[in-house]
């Protein structure tokens, strides 16, 4: 059955104390907005509807970087879940199958708890998902009776008797597009916020004869986040589960707890991940390859058998072919390594192409920028770049070719040469005793003058 995603993300979220909207407050170095869509894109929606509200603007641009084809509505102003969701359902209109409603601000959901959810729909037309809670606070109560659930009471709303209940609203619904569509028409504003509650639409299906039903799951998915020490919860929570999900899939982490992953970074089976290893967004690092203490990595590709670090830096667009090592104090950006190129020491390597089985001194710089433009540096296959040369890009390096240590290269060398771009040695035999001699008597002036 075809899926629509309706996501809430007009909300202000006041109590993070911020500038920036709530929901691109980033968890595993993304926006909380991405998590939401990626949890939704599990079900291959055909539709993605995204509800903005404050800072519509740059939550609508996050939005489609994730997406390119969801729409972008505007709520405004702000009345309610239920009139948030109105606001979405015109794009909706026709669009056969069933709708799933989440949050952009809880981004701990699940795909297979979703799943779940639109198997639910088999047997009720309205789906809601519910969790126990161990401190209900001022969550939305499921008021059940059986397996069927009758009605949703806000908090605000509750009485003491339905307060005491624990079964809580996470948010998140599932329902026909069609139904869910006059359903949110049907709402009124007449409860203690003066808001047209989403919830509402439970009972106003149970009055139409239809049934409505929760699917539960573990309170940690639902986590919504609020307040930087929500974020910081979430963050723990993710990173968590993240960890246990690599060891599960026959990853090695030396100290798991030091480790930090990103929202959508892959890591192979039997790669080895050292302590204090941090992925930003966009990494792959295939089976067998080693990324040792002290890395950061981001929008990069580690192939098989690579080793990387320790303290090394990947940055995005840096692509490493198989059995290629980049050692320590290592910073590589938008290159790519060919198989078994060897970057051992103390290097930069920026907008460059490095062909198999080189081998890049320490120190070597590509000189990649000109204060305007950046320009590509080529190194073709086998050659050896002598410690501590500078390559002006753009330059290019043949085959097979040397440069020698300590080198300023700013022509191209041709296939085998080698390359010197250095100033000749000087050598003055016998003078190095008459120097120390003057350096002493310079510096024992200077001390009794101080006396
Ligand atoms: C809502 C539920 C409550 C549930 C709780 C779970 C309703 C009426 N209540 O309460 O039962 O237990 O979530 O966290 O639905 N939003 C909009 N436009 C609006 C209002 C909200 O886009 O006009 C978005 C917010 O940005 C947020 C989400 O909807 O992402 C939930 O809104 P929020 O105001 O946090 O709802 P709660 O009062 O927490
Ligand atoms: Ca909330």
Do not use: W
């Not at 996050?62 to 509505?73: E, L």
């Amino acid at each position: 059955m075809p899926v629509s995603l309706v996501i809430l993300a007009a909300g202000q979220g006041t109590r993070m104390n911020s500038d920036l909207p709530k929901v691109l407050h980033p968890v595993a170095a993304a926006p909380l907005l991405h998590h939401a869509m990626q949890a939704g894109r599990a079900l291959a929606p055909e539709k993605v509807v995204v509800v903005t509200g404050h800072g519509a603007e740059p939550v609508g641009a996050a939005a489609r970087a994730y997406d390119p084809d969801c729409a972008v509505v505007l709520q405004e102003p702000q009345l309610g879940t239920a009139h948030a969701v109105a606001q979405a359902m015109p794009l909706l209109a026709g669009q056969p199958g069933d709708t799933v409603v989440l949050y952009g601000d809880t981004p701990l959901i699940r795909p297979e708890t979703l799943e779940s959810m639109l198997l639910a729909r088999a047997r009720h037309a309205v789906v809601v998902l519910g969790f126990q809670a161990r401190d209900p606070g001022r969550y939305g109560r499921l008021i059940t009776t059986g397996e069927a659930l009758d009605r949703i009471v806000e908090f605000k709303d509750a009485t003491d008797e339905e307060r005491a209940i624990t079964l809580c609203n996470s948010g998140v619904i599932c329902a026909d597009t069609a139904l869910l569509a006059s359903l949110v028409a049907a709402v009124g504003n007449d409860n203690a916020a003066g808001e047209y509650y989403l919830t509402d639409i439970v009972e106003l299906a149970r009055a139409r004869g239809l049934s409505a039903g929760v699917v539960t799951c573990d309170e940690a998915e639902t986590l919504g986040v609020n307040t930087r020490a929500q974020l910081a919860e979430a963050e723990a929570a993710f990173q968590a589960r993240a960890r246990a999900e690599a060891l599960e899939n026959g990853v090695t982490l030396t100290a798991p707890e030091t480790v930090f992953f990103g929202f959508d970074t892959h890591v192979g089976r039997d790669a080895v991940i050292g302590p204090n290893v941090i992925f930003g967004p966009g990494v792959t690092i295939e089976s067998h390859a080693e990324i040792r203490a002290f890395c950061h990595l981001e929008g990069c590709h580690v192939s098989k058998g690579a080793t990387v670090g320790p303290f090394a830096r990947l940055r995005p667009g840096a692509e490493l072919a198989e059995d290629v090592h980049v050692g320590n104090f290592v910073e590589i950006k938008n290159a790519i390594l060919d198989e078994g190129v060897k970057v051992g020491h103390l290097t930069y390597l920026g907008d460059a192409d490095v062909g198999e089985h080189t081998n890049i001194g320490a120190g070597t710089v590509t000189c990649n920028y000109d204060g305007v433009n950046k320009h590509r540096t080529r190194i073709g296959k086998r050659v050896f770049i002598g410690s501590d040369t500078m390559l002006v890009a753009p330059v290019t390096v043949g085959d097979g070719a040397m440069t020698g240590s300590g080198s300023v290269i700013t022509q191209d060398v041709p296939a085998e040469a080698v390359a010197l771009g250095r100033a000749k040695q000087v050598v003055k035999p016998g003078l190095a005793p008459k120097l120390f001699e003057m350096y002493k008597a310079a510096k024992a002036k200077r001390q009794k003058g101080q006396a």
